[in-house]
């Protein structure tokens, strides 16, 4: 509040027959509801930075019904409800670094299955009326961001003549701006599309107390929606002799369903903080022996031997580790990657010639493996909330892959997307192209196909346009510029893609098999390009 000014109004309604008491109070509120996961209803000396993240689900969090007794809470609810039998009182309740919020209030004496009105703000559906039937005679608590009005956390809890039973929590976005309820499950609480309660899921799902900060520096956007992990993993189709790599684990919420599923699981993490939360929830679950836990940069390790990869990457190295998996075990064996990438990415992996977006990456990838995209996931299933959505895609490795020097293919896409949109007889028209091509092509006349693949995948550029003039120009330059053999290479260039009927046309508009033929044509003629 102090920070954004944004304010969030807790009011608490107590309808009991012809009565009804209302209580208001204005609490503080750092992050608008829209992130409500995030919500830190406090503000501590040790405020949170602008890229960093609190999760605040702590086990005291991970509480409701009696104060004694230890209930199913869903992670990131930011909020303890306490139902305190003793003083008949109902509430939220939240503690944290010395402020704490406790909003309760008195129970109904007797409340006998009337249907209560609802304390709704928002437009009155189906869905509204069967949740408010669900909570007959409950308690309201219902939390608003005051100034948009968009979002609201509810919580009721249905109270009987001798007992207080049956709490139901969501946070609803209004219809105007699409209407979305975020259902907490647990006992007592329900799915809105009526889905069974999954105790054993929860408890999963749980982090179990453990709280710090998630650094967007290493793209740690949790993906919480246990629907969404579900479908990721029907999705992949794990097999039970099936060893999974999982690069960036996080906190577990795949790794766990996969350990469910596989025979073992590889997850490759960068976060010591987040390798011990792992462990410590797998241990809890009792399938250790299945995990193996790799700390450290997957960028600059060995890839282990997997049959699968399953993963939710941190979407800053999405270019370098499609490379590293796709280049790198280039002719080793697994079944495909199923990949959660930014939504954008993703669809650039997947143009095709032609297509708009139809760039170098896609080309590069499309030479080992062929792309499909399975599903859209969006950034409100993850926390904290990123500004992008996501996409899952599967890649599978192709059987049978062109007998080609990899260095060379990637040199010739850099030369050829330098210009996209214009001629390849305008692009190899530039002078110092044509220079580096021509001293390319003498020193690797003799030796164009090396074994180097394995040890340089590091570098390897997918994606880059490298839409700049820019060659390595050197010393040469100067003297070879006029230079008999150097007019010569460059007539031989302009004449093999006149020849092969490529001088018009246009990279993005080229499929895999014609750049491979253009390649070969070059080749043939004493043109390589590493
Ligand atoms: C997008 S989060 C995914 C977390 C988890 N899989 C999930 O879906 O909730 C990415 C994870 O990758 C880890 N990570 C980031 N860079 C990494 C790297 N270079 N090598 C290995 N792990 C990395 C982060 O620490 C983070 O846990």
């Not at 209030?105 to 304390?119: C, D, I, Q, W």
């Not at 708009?356 to 030479?367: E, H, K, M, P």
């Not at 490795?397 to 850099?414: A, C, H, Q, S, V």
Request: aromatic fraction near 8%; include cysteine; proline fraction near 4%.
């Amino acid at each position: 509040a102090i920070e954004r000014g944004v304010k969030v109004h807790c009011s608490a309604l107590l309808k009991h027959s012809l009565s009804s008491v209302s209580f208001r109070e204005t609490l503080e509120c750092k992050y608008p509801l829209s992130s409500f996961n995030l919500v830190n209803f406090s503000s501590s000396p040790s405020k949170p930075t602008s890229d960093v993240h609190f999760l605040t689900s702590t086990n005291d969090e991970n509480k409701c019904g009696e104060t004694d007794q230890v209930e199913e809470m869903p992670e990131a609810f930011p909020l303890e409800i306490q139902v305190k039998r003793i003083t008949n009182t109902a509430g939220l309740m939240r503690n944290y670094i010395l402020k704490s919020i406790d909003v309760s209030v008195s129970r109904p004496s007797l409340v006998t299955g009337e249907e209560h009105e609802n304390n709704m703000r928002i437009g009155d559906d189906e869905e509204e009326r069967d949740n408010s039937r669900l909570c007959q005679s409950g308690i309201p608590l219902t939390l608003n961001d005051s100034k948009q009005q968009r979002d609201s956390m509810e919580f009721c809890c249905a109270s009987r003549k001798d007992d207080l039973a049956g709490a139901g929590s969501f946070i609803r976005k209004n219809k105007k701006y699409g209407m979305k309820i975020y259902s907490y499950e647990g006992r007592g609480f329900w799915q809105e599309e009526g889905v069974e309660y999954r105790h054993k899921l929860k408890q999963k799902e749980r982090w179990q107390g453990e709280s710090f900060h998630l650094l967007k520096s290493r793209g740690q956007h949790l993906l919480t929606n246990p629907r969404v992990l579900d479908s990721i993993i029907r999705r992949a189709k794990v097999l039970p002799t099936d060893t999974v790599l999982e690069i960036g684990p996080g906190t577990g919420n795949l790794t766990v369903r996969l350990l469910e599923l596989a025979l073992k699981v590889i997850a490759v993490e960068i976060d010591e903080r987040m390798v011990n939360t792992l462990q410590n929830r797998v241990a809890k679950l009792g399938l250790e022996d299945k995990l193996v836990v790799i700390t450290g940069n997957v960028l600059k390790m060995e890839l282990p031997h997997f049959d699968l990869c399953v993963s939710n990457i941190p979407y800053g190295i999405s270019s370098p580790l499609i490379a590293k998996i796709f280049l790198r075990s280039f002719k080793s064996c697994f079944r495909s990657a199923i990949l959660l990438l930014q939504k954008e990415f993703a669809c650039r992996l997947l143009a095709k010639p032609g297509e708009s977006d139809f760039n170098r990456l896609a080309l590069n990838v499309r030479l080992v493996a062929s792309v499909d995209f399975l599903m859209n996931v969006s950034k409100k299933d993850f926390v904290p909330c990123p500004k992008v959505d996501s996409s899952l895609v599967q890649i599978q490795p192709k059987l049978k892959i062109p007998d080609i020097n990899l260095d060379e293919w990637l040199g010739f896409t850099r030369t050829c997307f330098s210009k996209r949109n214009k001629t390849l007889s305008a692009i190899f028209k530039q002078k110092k192209k044509i220079i580096d091509l021509y001293e390319n092509s003498q020193s690797n006349i003799k030796n164009c196909k090396t074994t180097e693949n394995e040890d340089r995948v590091g570098d390897y550029d997918l994606d880059g346009t490298n839409e700049s003039d820019e060659g390595s120009a050197t010393s040469l330059e100067l003297g070879l510029q006029n230079s008999t053999e150097v007019l010569r290479f460059k007539e031989k260039i302009v004449r093999v893609l006149k020849d092969g009927g490529f001088g018009e046309k246009r990279p993005s508009k080229l499929s895999n098999e014609e750049f491979l033929c253009l390649l070969q044509l070059f080749n043939k003629e004493g043109v390589f390009f590493h």
